[in-house]
């Protein structure tokens, strides 16, 4: 089966520079999306690595290492506004359609 | 370009009534997805259309759940005699053609309560 792991909860200040794990076990996959979600509303889509690297959006990055089976989200220049839920995904593949995600990180960010 | 449109936001029901959840995809997406979530935790799949079929129901109980992508207007996860364990978020998203399993566009969910 395929399962992903992310710590539960991560804290901040702001302005800093926070790291979101998730390492997975997977036989196949296309690739590893990262979603943030603020108070249970829409999951929205933040970053995606097809390739093994970095991926540099604005502020947030996303890493991916496949032979390590491990990724991460990098948020940078941390705003009260990113105190968000963040979750790893996985799709593709032996997912098909559909995206396998993890429990979630809460982020807290503190003035 | 509206983005993808659930309703209703919260649907409260009685034990053994049926929830009709709705979803419509953003223009040109092709491809449907239902997730449920409950509180504190990530979303878990449920079932994977596309116009007038069903692709992957792997996730969905097997007993008083289905979902329909009709060749016009939304697609529905209807739940049957419902019961205490379903309350939870459903969300729908939806992805273009090719992006299947990559990016997927979610609305802002619905919330069943039921009592």
């Known amino acids: 089966g395929q399962s992903l792991e992310q710590p539960s909860e991560v804290t901040a200040v702001e302005g800093a520079i926070v790291q979101i794990n998730c390492t997975y076990q997977?036989?196949?996959?296309?690739?590893l999306s990262w979603y943030q979600q603020h108070d249970g509303g829409a999951p929205t889509f933040l970053s995606y690595?097809?390739?093994?690297g970095l991926e540099e959006t604005g502020r947030f990055s996303s890493f991916l290492s496949r032979s390590d089976s491990y990724g991460y989200l990098l948020l940078q220049e941390l705003q009260m506004k990113d105190s968000a839920s963040y979750f790893c995904?996985?799709?593709?593949?032996?997912?098909?359609?559909?995206?396998?995600f993890g429990q979630g990180t809460e982020l807290s960010v503190k003035p | 370009n509206a983005g993808v449109m659930q309703n209703p936001r919260h649907l409260v029901r009685r034990r053994g009534q049926e929830a009709r959840l709705r979803c419509s995809p953003m223009?040109?997406?092709?491809?449907v997805y239902w997730y449920r979530q409950l509180p504190e935790e990530g979303l878990k799949f449920m079932v994977y259309?596309?116009?007038?079929?069903?692709?992957?129901e792997s996730g969905m109980p097997k007993e008083r759940f289905s979902a329909e992508f009709p060749k016009e207007g939304p697609s529905i996860l209807r739940i049957q005699q419902v019961v205490r364990g379903d309350s939870a978020a459903y969300f729908c998203?939806?992805?273009?053609?090719?992006?299947?399993?990559?990016?997927?566009?979610f609305g802002a969910g619905t919330r069943l309560s039921v009592l």
């Open positions: 998203a939806s992805s273009p053609p090719g992006q299947a399993g990559r990016i997927q566009y």
């Open positions: 997977t036989s196949g996959f296309y690739g």
């Open positions: 690595n097809a390739l093994d």
């Open positions: 995904a996985l799709g593709g593949r032996n997912q098909g359609g559909k995206l396998i």
């Open positions: 223009k040109g997406h092709s491809h």
């Open positions: 259309l596309q116009k007038e079929n069903i692709i992957d």
